[in-house]
């Protein structure tokens, strides 16, 4: 079976719209104590898994969750 090329891409930490290394994306802050929020270049933000070191497309709730705690 053949992976989707977005799934491909966050396999290997990438962007999925602009191919940018989420390493190297904008911390946001910390969801949960195993996951962050990072923010890419192009403004797609994406939960990163610091146990498991995998990326994945933040949820529309988490984001925002997250927009609604910049607002404290
Ligand atoms: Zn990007």
Same mark, same amino acid.
């Given at each position: +079976?053949?992976?989707?090329f977005q799934?491909?891409?966050?396999? *290997?930490?990438?962007?999925?719209?602009?191919t940018?290394?989420?390493?190297?994306a904008? *911390?946001l802050g910390?969801?949960?104590?195993?996951?962050?929020?990072v923010?890419?270049?192009?403004?797609?933000?994406?939960?990163?898994?610091?146990? +498991?070191d995998?990326?994945?497309?933040?949820?529309?709730?988490?984001e925002?969750?997250?927009?609604?705690?910049? *607002?404290?």
């Open positions: +079976m053949i992976k989707p799934d491909v891409l966050l396999d *290997k930490g990438l962007c999925v719209g602009c940018y290394p989420l390493n190297k904008k *911390k910390s969801i949960t104590d195993n996951s962050e929020l923010k890419c270049k192009c403004k797609r933000i994406y939960v990163h898994d610091k146990r +498991m995998k990326y994945r497309r933040a949820t529309f709730q988490e925002q969750q997250y927009i609604k705690s910049l *607002k404290k």
